[in-house]
């Protein structure tokens, strides 16, 4: 149980560092009277509950694959990584990007939420493809708990514009290479790629 909460907390929070970016700048935003904060808690828990639903979907729908080689979909996480390091490099001279989220409403933010968290996807269908029922739905319920934790933490960085500027500046390379980190995890210790080194060699 320990070990599923821990893995779960891990999950969360390598797939969502960028998501601090996202809630830090709608909370300075809010400071301003748009979006109202509540707007800014609700739309993350009705976007991320969307995400889960479509990873709980997309797991049961990888049926058709033998367990054996699941562990491959863990390329697809590693190569959003790459593609986001490669990216970051390109982009590492270009200045702050002005906000863009003022005036919206709780509909824009659960838009926001879906599409900033869509690479998730990538990320948790494999995983609780791999997961007993009991497990997935502990590992949901951690994920939500720390939903809150996220809105928290992005209101106290948004107060702090020092701290925010910080983040940006880290946020091109660190995401990206928590992306590799997982996908090679999922792929190494499901043993799916060993086994298809196997068979080409």
């Known amino acids: 149980m320990l070990s599923t909460i821990a893995g779960a907390a891990g999950m969360f929070a390598g797939t969502n560092i960028d998501d ?11 400071a ?9 808690v609700l739309g993350q828990y009705l976007g991320f509950s969307a995400l889960i639903g479509l990873s709980v979907v997309a797991a049961l729908g990888l049926a058709i694959i033998p367990d054996e080689w699941v562990g491959l979909l863990g390329a697809v996480p590693l190569a ?16 702050e990007r ?3 989220f003022a005036g919206i409403g709780l509909a824009g933010i659960i838009g926001i939420t879906v599409s900033n968290g869509a690479d998730n996807i990538a ?4 995983v609780f493809r791999t997961m007993a029922p009991p497990e997935t739905v502990l590992t949901i319920l951690v994920f939500l708990v720390l939903v809150a934790v996220w809105c928290v933490l992005g209101r106290l960085i948004g107060t702090h514009k020092k701290v925010s500027d910080t983040l940006k500046s880290v946020e091109h390379w660190l995401v990206p290479s928590v992306f590799i980190g997982l996908g090679l995890i999922i792929l190494l210790s499901s043993g799916s790629l060993a086994r298809l080194i196997g068979l080409t060699a």
Do not use: Q
Not at 32 to 40: A, C, L, V
């Open 80 to 95: 959003i990584g790459l593609l986001g390091l490669v990216r970051a490099l390109r982009r590492k001279d270009e200045g």
């Open 20 to 30: 601090i970016i996202v809630l830090t700048t709608l909370f300075l935003a809010s």
């Open 123 to 126: 990320v948790y269908a494999p």
């Open 32 to 40: 301003g009277g748009s979006p109202r904060p509540w707007h800014i």
């Open 98 to 100: 002005k906000s863009a």
